[in-house]
T-cell receptor, first 112, second 115 residues
């Protein structure tokens, strides 16, 4: 059974701080997704990773397939980054259909 | 273009009643997913549809839950004889395909409260 764990569960940071959220999974996967859920509930897909590193603006996501671990980094954090960040793993081969297994999320609060 | 839409946005019902939740995916997206997010808990997969293939129902919590997708587009999630533990936000997502690299686009969700 694929299990996904995130840490920390809650994180408070001051504006400008560098933030790291970690995600570990238990079985081999073909892809890992990072999602952002705003206080209003809407979910947005941030990244899909199968290897290496991706960057979008102030957000950076990395994955280490051998260690079954991914990190989401936020540089120069801002109050508008306050949200719940969720990682989700996609088990199986990239060429097969498979459902996502979700972590429980990391609640980030960035204060002025 | 239009994103994934869901209706109703909120639904309050009495225990034992049936409810129907609707999802309109992005046009052209062949894969459609239903998820549930209970208070204080993470997202939970319920069911997904991919084209004309048989749906993957492995996440449905009981036989009171069912879903259909008509014409490869709109989907309806039905919960029969609702229970208080069914209270949650039900989220729908769609993607171009159901493979690992296909980004999923989420709807705003339907908040279901069972009294």
């Amino acid at each position: 059974k694929n299990e996904v764990e995130q840490s920390p569960q809650n994180l408070t940071a001051q504006e400008g701080e560098f933030i790291t959220i970690n995600c570990s999974y238990s079985v081999g996967i073909s892809a890992l997704h990072w999602l952002q859920q705003h206080p209003g509930g809407g979910i947005v897909s941030l990244f899909m990773l199968s290897s290496g590193k991706k960057k979008h603006g102030r957000l950076i996501a990395t994955i280490n397939i051998q260690e079954k671990h991914s990190s989401l980094h936020i540089t120069a954090s801002h109050p508008r980054d306050s949200a719940v960040y969720i990682c989700a793993s996609h088990a199986g081969d990239t060429g097969t259909a498979s459902k996502l297994t979700f972590g429980t999320g990391t609640r980030l609060q960035v204060t002025l | 273009g239009a994103g994934v839409s869901q209706s109703p946005s909120n639904k309050v019902t009495e225990k034992g009643k049936d409810v129907e939740l609707r999802c309109d995916p992005i046009s052209g997206h062949t894969a459609l997913y239903w998820y549930r997010q209970s208070l204080g808990q993470g997202l939970e997969f319920l069911i997904y549809f991919q084209g004309n293939s048989a749906p993957d129902k492995s996440g449905l919590p009981s036989d009171r839950f069912s879903a259909e997708r008509t014409g490869g587009s709109v989907s309806t999630l039905t919960i029969q004889r609702t229970q208080q533990e069914d209270s949650a936000v039900y989220l729908c997502a769609s993607s171009l395909g159901s493979l690992a690299y296909n980004e999923q686009f989420f709807g705003p969700g339907t908040r279901l409260t069972v009294l």
